[in-house]
């Protein structure tokens, strides 16, 4: 198994909560959806399992893009996704707006207030925002929700029990029986995560815009 194979292998056992906070959603028929940092596509493929919509889907990492390619196409799926390489901080990036836009891990990387106005920016007006984010200052994002016009419909979160049990332990392991010496710094990265499993506790957010 290449690297890809190895995260893409563990990332897909927590899909299940991706699809629970969609599930959390209205009834949409055909919904036009934006996977904003989508890296791979993991989540991207899940919610096309689930729905009848299409997906555009934007990272600036251009490997993870071509890898995310190659399983559109194995999967017949060119002709309901649209893969960018590019930022989704980039002005204009769209001139269109989307029906549910999916921001998972992409706020604590480029910033959570100006990640969240560049998303908000590309909502239908009573469209739905999904973010999956850290857990830490939740009190000041929800604050920051209702400043911008974003009502929180509902969230859960995710203790590090499960990012332990489904995501790092799966990920420790196939990385020390893979042969590849690119694993190595990984999987230091990974072992760090497991020693300190306070950090990696998460939060969805389901979110509405309002006018």
Not at 182 to 208: F, G, H, M, T
Request: charged residues 25%; aromatic residues 10%; contains cysteine.
């Amino acid at each position: 198994m290449n690297l890809f194979e190895i995260r893409d292998e563990c990332r897909r056992r927590l899909n299940r909560y991706t699809i629970k906070a969609f599930s959390m959603l209205p009834d949409i028929d055909k919904p036009l959806i934006l996977d904003a940092g989508c890296g791979t596509g993991v989540s991207s493929l899940a919610l096309l399992e689930v729905c009848n919509g299409t997906m555009y889907a934007v990272d600036p990492d251009q490997a993870s893009l071509e890898w995310f390619k190659e399983k559109a196409v194995s999967l017949n799926l060119r002709d309901r996704i649209t893969i960018i390489h590019d930022t989704i901080l980039k002005p204009a990036l769209f001139d269109f707006n989307f029906d549910v836009i999916l921001a998972e891990g992409l706020l604590n990387v480029i910033g959570f207030e100006n990640g969240l106005k560049a998303l908000v920016a590309y909502m239908k007006s009573n469209g739905f925002l999904l973010i999956h984010d850290e857990l830490k200052n939740d009190e000041e994002k929800r604050r920051y929700f209702k400043s911008i016009n974003l009502q929180l419909m509902q969230s859960f979160e995710l203790h590090e029990d499960v990012w332990l049990n489904e995501y790092f332990y799966c990920l420790k392991s196939k990385l020390e029986s893979t042969r590849n010496p690119l694993a190595d710094a990984e999987l230091k990265e990974v072992e760090e995560n497991i020693r300190q499993p306070e950090n990696l506790r998460s939060i969805y957010y389901i979110l509405q815009h309002v006018n």
